[in-house]
């Protein structure tokens, strides 16, 4: 057993016929890594199948932000200090990329 999640990125599986409402989340391989089931209520079944699909991107952005360098922090040694624009830019590319990682977690 690995202490890493299954590699994404992750995707809905086709509906199991025969367990109405279930859906199964399959990682980039192909791996089974959970199913869903939603009887009766099938729409939050999908809506949380997207969700759990979502969570290795969802965990790639958390790690991104978490790696920043903060304002002040030291850089081999040297106090960051980014400019405006460089800021600007980042932030920018930041709320593109949670936009995006909102729609495939909540479409």
């Given amino acids: 057993m690995s202490d890493s999640p299954t590699p994404g990125p992750w995707k809905i599986g ?3 016929e025969a367990r109405f409402g279930t859906r199964t989340i ?4 192909g791996t089974k890594v959970c199913s869903v089931e939603s009887f009766p209520l ?3 079944g999908k809506a949380d199948a997207a969700l759990i699909a979502a969570a290795p991107s969802l965990l790639t ?3 991104l932000i978490a ?3 903060r ?3 030291k850089v081999d040694g040297v106090r960051f200090e980014p400019t405006s624009e460089d800021c600007l830019a ?3 590319e930041l ?3 949670a936009r995006k990682l909102q729609k495939q977690a909540h479409p």
């Fill in 67 to 69: 790696g920043m360098t």
């Fill in 61 to 63: 952005f958390v790690r």
């Fill in 90 to 92: 980042t932030l920018n």
């Fill in 14 to 16: 086709e509906r199991n």
């Fill in 42 to 44: 099938v729409t939050v």
């Fill in 71 to 73: 304002e002040g922090e």
């Fill in 95 to 97: 709320i593109t990329q």
């Fill in 26 to 29: 399959l990682g980039a391989d």
